[in-house]
Antibody, heavy 125, light 107 residues
Framework: QVQLLESGPGLVKPSQTLSLTCTVS??????????WSWIRQHPGKGLELIGY???????YYNPSLKSRVIISVDTSNNQFSLKLSSVTAADTAVYYC?????????????????WGQGTLVTVSS | ERVMTQSPATLSVSPGERATLSCRAS??????LAWYQQKPGQAPRLLIYGASTRATGVPARFSGSGSETEFTLTISSLQSEDFAVYYC?????????FGQGTKLEIK
């Protein structure tokens, strides 16, 4: 059973960089056909895909956040990470890591089948 | 960007009855549509992908249908554990986008 667990600071100051790591257990991040994703949910709101990464390092970012986002992968530790720069209060949200399945050519067609529990990140001075 | 619009925003249904939730795409997403269930304080759970394929372990009372721009999630006989928020999500065009959700509440 694949499990994902987010970790990182729960409080970030405005203008600083939000950094989160997702640790994958019960399966290899090098498995073919999966992209490893970051999704966020503003308080009481819907879901927004930030981007995802393949174990090779290939990334896709949401254009609305692309200028501020870096997603990276550490295959030796079965982890992937999110960095979001120049944060404001609008970046306060629950951040989830998730696995996207049945991926080929950059597209993934079986939904996000495994999710972390989510971590609340608050942007405040 | 494909905009996904769900209706209604809130649906009140009695246990044992059928619930029908709708999702409309601003442009065709073919059959690249998934449904998720989210309960308070939990991560979303994948229910349906490919518009109509149930994910592993999802009960048969959940079914999905539709293509192109119109999709439906049907729960045939509501159980107490089904009352939650449901989201649709398209994976036909980047960036993948979610609907705003339908809250299914007990009548």
């Amino acid at each position: 059973q694949v499990q994902l667990l987010e970790s990182g600071p729960g409080l970030v100051k405005p203008s600083q960089t939000l950094s989160l790591t997702c640790t994958v257990s019960g399966g290899s991040i090098r498995s073919s056909g999966y992209y490893w994703s970051w999704i966020r949910q503003h308080p009481g709101k819907g879901l927004e895909l930030i981007g995802y990464i393949y174990y090779s390092g290939s990334t896709y970012y949401n254009p609305s956040l692309k200028s501020r986002v870096i997603i990276s992968v550490d295959t030796s530790n079965n982890q992937f990470s999110l960095k979001l720069s120049s944060v404001t209060a609008a970046d306060t949200a629950v951040y989830y890591c998730a696995r996207a399945g049945n991926c080929s050519g950059g597209g993934c067609y079986s939904g996000f089948d495994y999710w972390g529990q989510g971590t609340l990140v608050t942007v405040s001075s | 960007e494909r905009v996904m619009t769900q209706s209604p925003a809130t649906l009140s249904v009695s246990p044992g009855e059928r619930a029908t939730l709708s999702c409309r795409a601003s442009q065709s997403v073919s059959s690249n549509l998934a449904w998720y269930q989210q309960k308070p304080g939990q991560a979303p759970r994948l229910l349906i992908y490919g518009a109509s394929t149930r994910a592993t372990g999802v009960p048969a009372r959940f079914s999905g249908s539709g293509s192109e721009t119109e999709f439906t999630l049907t729960i045939s006989s509501l159980q107490s554990e089904d009352f939650a928020v449901y989201y649709c999500q398209q994976s036909n065009n980047w960036p993948y986008t979610f609907g705003q959700g339908t809250k299914l509440e007990i009548k």
